[in-house]
């Protein structure tokens, strides 16, 4: 499955954006998802996740509360809305498929990712 990601920019800090992960090639239905980060000069980090069927959500500490992992079976999509976004949340931003958890090893696919830019 081909993933990528897109809705990434430029917003001030208490600003929202609104992430969308398309998905080609084959059915994400059944299959976990999940949005990761990675920013200049840091490893990549776990966001978010979501199952198959969207009845389970996993979020990293430091999103809790401001971040919402959503997905849309029918569209073949995932989305992640961010709010009260921090120039810390600056990255950029890979949705990932086949895969469980925070760590970046149990996720099989990734895509190319958007860049998030917050400013103070």
């Known amino acids: 499955v081909q993933l990528q990601a897109s809705g990434g920019g430029l917003v001030q800090a208490g600003g929202s954006l609104r992430l969308s992960c398309a998905a080609s090639?084959?059915?994400?239905?059944?299959?976990?998802m999940g949005w990761f980060r990675q920013a200049p000069g840091k490893e990549r980090e776990f966001v978010a996740a979501?199952?198959?069927?969207?009845?389970?959500?996993l979020y990293a500490d430091s999103v809790k509360g401001r971040f919402i992992i959503a997905r849309d079976n029918a569209k073949n999509s995932m989305y992640l809305q961010m709010n009260s976004l921090k120039p810390e949340d600056t990255a950029v931003y890979y949705c990932?498929?086949?895969?469980?958890?925070?760590?970046?090893?149990?996720?099989?696919?990734w895509g190319q990712g958007t860049l998030v830019t917050v400013s103070s």
């Open positions: 090639g084959r059915s994400l239905s059944n299959r976990n």
């Open positions: 990932a498929s086949e895969g469980w958890g925070p760590s970046v090893s149990n996720w099989g696919s």
């Open positions: 979501i199952s198959r069927s969207g009845e389970s959500t």
